[in-house]
Each structure stands twice: as C-alpha cells, then as structure tokens.
C-alpha cells in the first residue's frame, strides 16, 4: 500500500483527460494521470478540430506539431443521383477574428499520441492498465484508491472517462440519456472510387440524407452511413454507401476502422462534487457526431477548467471560482446537443424530402456552435467572449495574437502608442500593441481594439474592457476578483 500526493489526480486518459494534465503541469500543478489502456488511441473515433480548437492550441504551443499532419476544409457539398447540386462555404467569411477558417481534419489519435508524448517528457506520464477503486471526499481534497492498491491523496480528481464515467456513476450523478432510434456505421479506409473526389465533406442526398463522405489525413478517408438497426455488417454499409453514390461505386483498397454507435444525448446535472471532484468531456455530456462538436467541447473544457484550478492552488482565488466551469460550461454542452440533435434528426427527418440540403442550412445556422467561434459566457457585450486574433508585426516579423498569449497567466493587452509603465501582478503578463511599425515592440494595422485596455484571461476569454484611462481600475478590479475569491 503506497500513499502518494498529488495537486490532481485524473481518471482516463482520453484527449480530455491527457489535455487536463498537460495544462495542469504547464501551469505549475502536479498530475498523476491513470487509465485503463495500455496506451494512446491508434485508429477511430474523432476526426476533426474545429477553429477556436485550433486557435487555442497555439495558446499552448501545439499548434505548430498537430497542423501539418491534418487535412484543411472548408466546404461542404450536396450531390443527388451522381450529380453535384450545390457547394456551402460562405459563411466562413463572416467570422470576424479568426484566421483558421477551416476545420483541420485529423483523427483523435495523432491528438492523443501528441500529449502522451508532452506527458511523458516532462516525467508525468500516463498509468496505464490502472482503474479507480474508491473515492473519498475531504474537507482538503480526495483521498483515491486505485486497483494497484496505491492510494492517492489529491486536492482535485477529475473524472475525464467517458460516457461510462466511473466517477459520475460512483457519486451517482444523474446522467438522463435521450435515445433518438438512430444507429450509424463508421468506416475509415483508404477507398478506391470513380467519384471525382475533392477534399471536402460531401452529404448524398438519396431518399434520406444517410451517407456522408468526410476527408481525412493522408490517404484515408471517412464514411457516416445512417443504417438504423443494430443487426449489420460493413459489407451492409458498404452497400448502403454504393446505393446513394449511384452511378459511382466505392470499394476498401486499405481497411483502417469500422464501428457501429447509437445516438445518445445527455448532460450531467452537475459538473462538480463538492467542489472537489469535477467531471469533463463525455463524462459530463453525451451527443450526436454530427457536427464534430464532442471532442471539441471536451477540449473546451479542458480550458476552461485547468486555469481556475491554477488560480486557486497558486494565486490564491477564493474556491467558489471553481463554480463557474460548470455555470459556463454546462450551457455550451446543451447547446451542442440541441445543434448536434438538430443536425442528426435531419437525416432523417425532412418536410419537403431535401434531407441533405437542410442538413447544410443547419450547419450554416449553427455555425457558432460547430466551429466554436461563437461560444461565449455572457448574453451581451464583449466581456467573456473570444478575443479576436490579429495579425501583429515586431520589425520584419509577422505573428498572430494568438501566437503571444500565455495560457498559464491573465494578459494585459494596451493597444496605445503611449508609454506604459505599470506593476502588475505575477499572474498578469503586459502586452502593449503599437498603432504603426514601432521600434519598440509590436504593432498592429488592426483597428478592432484601437485606444483599449483589454484583459484577457488564460482561455483566451475577455476578462474586462476599458478606456486607457480606465486602466489602474481594471487591473484593480481583476486581483480583487482572483485574489480574494469576489466573483
């Protein structure tokens, strides 16, 4: 029997689960990470990345390693009887802030190998082929036993593992799951067609909107193929996948993965234990593929959570700032699956019989949600939505804002040529933006923030918004909020 301490102690080792950690130890927190594999996902499940996924990867310096192994894309397309009917890829445009106006499709795999990688450089790696026996909660933290009999006394645990989450379950957190009757196939391949093929998502509308050819990385690619019983092979999909295609045919050159899921829809009632044990990712919500929202929202927890925790353990920040993950997070999950929910049943659902028309009219309508640029936490107003990226110079270099933020601190961004000179405190890094190409730093052609003072916290949220002369009041105002737990 071993007792080890630790500042977090995460259950699953996921994409949610390995991110909650690579955050915690950048910010100074010490993890100790367990799951039951033996190591990180090789083929399947998630496939793409979303925009603000993307942007906040290069907060955290990832960006750079995950871009080039992915597969940019942008539109998306109808075709009916082999012939095309109409290409969707406008609405990009009218994202304001935001340079990756694409989804970079990318399986869960390479994400997973990426961080189990950080991981284990850094000397926290996964403990693997490990479950979690017992969990009990104290006034200082958790005291957890595991099946290697260790015991492990934890300020935090987060519960990262999955639909099926032990830890949601074992503090019996109700978990009501809407079962929509609608079944899927997946296979990933590497495919030999007469299709002309581009690298786009392409929906066929037959006499239901049920097969969907996504891109993928390299040579492979994806199908969705709606089969609505459980009784099915790949070969049945594979048909169903000729069917819609007609006259073209498809056939595996390559077999990668195949999987059959059902639909199911849920969140969590609560996100937090008495304020010790937390849930993310799947464990706290469940939804449709559709739209490639669940991975993107489990890593937008990720964010969410891991820098409150950082405050609280090293900065001081009263413990009730933990409340509002689940105060921001829980609406954004409902809101995926009303989209998610949305776009699923119009596969099979349709007034007029257009399923794979309305399909993309619902993905330009819920735009927001499905590249994560319009997730916000307020009603009005900027404060508590992303803050816009922006291309910056520093003499002959150009780099983007994003490129600049520091996920483990606050950052004070004073767009003035005036000369500052202000003592901040140690969570809050000083990044002052020139109007025109200055010999002093960085500088911008971007009128979009001109003479503010904008905060911006870790996640790349606007904390507050000021004049120049409002500044000393800002800075005020945010160590009271962190400091002393006003929230």
């Known amino acids: ?9 995460i259950i699953g080792a996921g994409p949610v689960g390995l991110l909650c950690a690579y955050l915690a130890e950048l910010s100074g927190l010490k993890t100790i990470i367990i ?10 499940r998630a496939d793409a990345l979303n925009a603000r996924t993307l942007q906040l990867l290069e907060v955290v310096d990832l960006f750079k390693e995950l871009y080039p192994l992915g597969l940019p894309c942008n539109t998306s397309s109808v075709w009916e009887k082999g012939k095309f009917v109409s290409r969707q890829s406008s609405w990009w445009n009218e994202l304001e802030g935001c340079f990756h106006k694409h989804f970079l499709m990318l399986g869960q795999a390479f994400v997973e190998k990426l ?25 200082q933290g958790c005291i957890s036993t595991l099946s290697n009999k260790e015991i492990i006394k934890s300020t935090y645990l987060i519960g990262a593992d999955g639909s099926n989450s032990f830890v949601r379950n074992y503090f019996n957190i109700p978990f009501e799951i809407t079962r929509p009757q609608i079944i899927w196939a997946v296979i990933d391949a590497v495919f030999e067609t007469d299709f002309p093929k581009v690298p786009e998502i392409i929906v066929f509308q037959a006499e239901t909107s049920d097969v969907a050819w996504i891109p993928r990385e390299g040579e492979i690619d994806r199908f969705y193929v709606r089969m609505d019983r459980k009784d099915f092979i790949m070969e049945d999909a594979i048909e169903k996948i000729n069917l819609a295609m007609a006259p073209h045919t498809v056939k595996i ?21 008495k ?3 937390i849930l993310a990712g799947d464990a706290c919500h469940i939804h449709s ?6 991975l993107n929202t489990g890593l937008a927890d990720s964010f969410n959570l891991i820098w409150k925790l950082s405050m609280i353990k090293n900065h001081g920040a009263h413990q009730s700032l933990l409340s509002s993950y689940e105060s921001e997070r829980k609406p954004i999950a409902l809101s995926v699956i009303e989209s998610s929910g949305e776009l699923v049943r119009s596969t099979k659902y349709s007034n007029s019989g257009t399923h794979a028309k309305d399909y993309v009219k619902i993905v330009e309508k819920r735009a927001g949600n499905i590249t994560g640029m319009g997730i916000r936490y307020s009603e009005k107003g900027i404060i508590r939505t992303r803050v816009y990226d922006l291309i910056v110079h520093q003499e002959k270099d150009k780099k983007r804002l994003y490129s600049l933020l520091e996920y483990t601190k606050f950052t004070l961004l004073y767009f003035s040529d005036q000369r500052i000179d202000l003592e901040l405190p140690d969570f809050v890094n000083l990044l002052q933006i020139h109007s025109n190409n200055s010999q002093y730093g960085f500088w911008t052609e971007s009128k979009h923030y001109k003479d503010q003072v904008i905060i911006v916290r870790p996640d790349a949220y606007i904390e507050s918004v000021g004049t120049l002369n409002e500044i000393n009041t800002l800075i005020k105002g945010l160590v009271a909020k962190y400091s002393k737990g006003y929230i």
């Not at 029997?1 to 102690?9: A, G, N, S």
């Open 35 to 44: 799951d039951t594999s033996v190591g990180p996902l090789e083929v399947g």
């Open 115 to 139: 961080l189990d990688e950080k991981l284990t450089s850094i000397n926290a790696p996964v403990v693997r082929q490990t479950t979690i026996e017992d969990i009990q909660i104290t006034d």
């Open 275 to 277: 304020d010790r044990v």
């Open 253 to 273: 050159k390559e077999f990668v993965w195949f999987s059959q899921f059902s639909v199911k829809e849920s969140v969590a009632e609560s996100y937090l234990i």
């Open 289 to 294: 593929v559709n739209g490639g929202q669940g």
């Open 1 to 9: 029997m071993i007792r080890k301490e630790t500042d977090i102690l």
